[in-house]
């Protein structure tokens, strides 16, 4: 049983992840971390406290008195709100990651858990079954700290032996919290209009196609990457992972296979130049090598479990 941190416990990721490590460690056993003052309802079940990552000293004195096993820091600006704020974006992506590595450097933190993103790619990257080791020039602030925090792991682990583990994440999908910020919202925001008998607006264009993964498969490869043996875990940048790839369209039709009578339509803005730089879909053999990954969930289970499960009163 291992006493845990979760940095950024409020987020889409977060709030997943802190339900799912009390469930697996005991619900006083991992503390919710995020910077709102109140306790966002969903993690009322166990310990929280409020911070801010930007506080060096105070995560310092915290985590230094404390002694936690592990420590999952998801506090974040995503690619679009990052766009809009760069030098914010690229402080919070980067000193609350050095902060921690540094705390687990000086022995204050067995095992560190930082995500990194499909953000890490770029227009000069193959775009089909994009490899583990490849070409990566990201155009966007939030993927040059992607890029920039994954060389920063890797160099821990290897300079000072931090045992620090990541996946480069594709757009998630969720229900119980929202997303915020990302280029691959709308494969969560469709939901909400769909099941409120509304048709959509599509920021991206019909053809964009994406790497995405339901919420579920996400938590679970967080999970089994952290329980791995460590001699397993051959990659210490982050790990390609994949799910399901598909465009807006082709979630449309997923949804329509169940209400027949739901549309669409497309109005891109901004966010499809970010789009057009990532990939199409990811190659992920590298960590099914190395520590067994497989994803479950497939678009049709995607669409039928959202439309059944997004609470309208979240919109
Ligand atoms: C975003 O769209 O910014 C994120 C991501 C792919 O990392 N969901």
Known sequence: MSYVLVIGAGGQIGTELVLALRKKHGKHQVVAADIKTECPPLLSSGPYVQMDVLNRDAVRNYIIYKEFDEIYLLAALLSATAEKNPDFAWRLNMEGLITILNLAKEGHVKKVFWPSSIAVFGPSTPLDNTPQTTVMEPTTVYGISKLAGERWCEYYHTKFGVDVRSIRYPGL????????????????????????????????????????????????????????????????????????????????????????????????????QIADTWPNSIDDSQATHDWNWKHQFDIDAVARIMLKKVNLNNF
Not at 223 to 234: C, G, S, T
């Open 173 to 272: 999908i969720s229900y119980k919290s929202p997303p915020g910020g990302g280029t691959t919202d709308y494969a969560v925001d469709i939901f909400y209009k769909a099941k409120a008998g509304k048709p959509f607006k599509s920021f991206l264009k019909e053809d964009t196609m994406l790497p995405m993964m339901f919420m579920d498969d996400a938590i679970r490869a967080t999970l089994e990457i952290m329980d791995a043996p460590k001699k397993a875990i051959r990659i210490r940048s982050a790990y390609n992972l994949a799910g399901i790839s598909f465009t807006p369209k082709q979630l449309s039709e997923a949804i329509q296979k169940i209400i027949p009578s739901f549309q669409i339509t497309y109005c891109p803005d901004f966010r499809q």
